[in-house]
């Protein structure tokens, strides 16, 4: 049997990257547009709701966590700690004056005692806020359970 | 004497794209945040002087306090029995506000979960409730030296 002498065809083994670049722009468009910069990182359990509406983004933010420590911002800037009441309505005063129909975010921990809430709202309503958001998570059927 | 030009083809470079691209992923990856963007709305009303003050007497009054005790017009309920409450009163005055006091001792969650139930009233009972005022501590302490009480 006559042996069969030829070159050999090398084939290399390679990973096939040209569409690695669509797949990365295409990545980096999603996240340009869904991209949200949280204003607030203040840790707190939401109280949970069946009714919830769309906040408006850029809204003024105003946090109470577990121990009452408020924190607020306009919802341009991250958000910083005050020491009173005063410093909230002198907050939301500014915040209206700058824009009279601004919004209004109450992100606060559901243990939190309603008595630093209300000292909040009384607050923003001193300050003639229009409205407010009380931030929350959506209630299911297994929360009722 | 003849000279060969050396033709120099012009490109961008573009080999360090991938890693310029992976960096800007890791960027957003890691600050964008998938955070809560919904809540319970409030309008809190006008300033206006004309706005009529709310009697007590002429609304519906549902006191939230500590320990998920709720008395709605001075009657101890339980949070389900509020709203067939609400329609029964509003049958005769669809008009009627409601007033949501909350304790200073009760928890935040304590008072949001009856304005959410407020709020559901179109779904449950078939009828809006037009006006929910919540006051504040002071509003409330307001009134009550108005009528010289304490």
């Given amino acids: 049997m006559a042996i069969i002498q030829g070159r050999a065809r090398k084939t290399e083994a390679g990973i096939f990257t040209a569409s690695m670049a669509d797949i990365v722009f295409l990545l980096i468009v999603f996240f340009v547009l869904t991209y949200n910069v949280e204003v607030d990182h203040t840790q707190v359990q939401l109280p949970k709701t069946w009714v919830r509406t769309d906040i408006p983004k850029h809204a003024a933010f105003v946090s109470i966590d577990k121990n009452g420590l408020i924190r607020v911002s306009t919802g341009k800037e991250m958000s910083l700690p005050v020491g009173s009441d005063e410093e909230v309505v002198t907050f939301a005063s500014n915040v209206v004056a700058a824009n009279p129909n601004k919004e209004f975010v109450l992100k606060a921990d559901k243990e939190t005692k309603y008595e630093y809430v209300d000292k909040v709202l009384d607050a923003l ?10 931030l929350s998570e959506q209630k299911t059927v297994e929360d009722t359970q | 004497m003849r000279i060969n030009k050396k033709t120099i083809e012009s490109e961008i470079f573009t080999g360090s794209m991938a890693d310029v691209s992976f960096l800007l992923i890791i960027y957003f990856m890691v600050t964008s945040v998938f955070s809560a963007t919904r809540g319970l709305d409030f309008q809190l009303p006008e300033d206006n002087t ?51 006091r909350t304790d200073p001792d009760a928890t935040y969650n304590d008072m949001i979960q009856v304005f959410d139930l407020l709020r559901q009233a179109p779904d ?27």
């Fill in chain 1, 125 to 134: 309503k001193q300050a003639k806020a229009k409205v407010i958001f009380l």
């Fill in chain 2, 50 to 100: 004309n706005t009529p003050e709310i009697k007590r007497e002429d609304s519906i009054d549902i006191h939230v306090m500590a320990g998920d005790v709720i008395k709605v017009d001075g009657k101890q309920m339980s949070i389900d029995q509020i709203l067939p409450y609400i329609a029964d009163k509003l049958k005769q005055n669809p008009d009627k506000p409601v007033i949501l």
């Fill in chain 2, 124 to 150: 449950k009972i078939g009828m809006e409730i037009k006006t929910i005022s919540i006051p504040t501590q002071r509003e409330i302490q307001n009134v009550w030296a108005l009528f010289g009480m304490q």
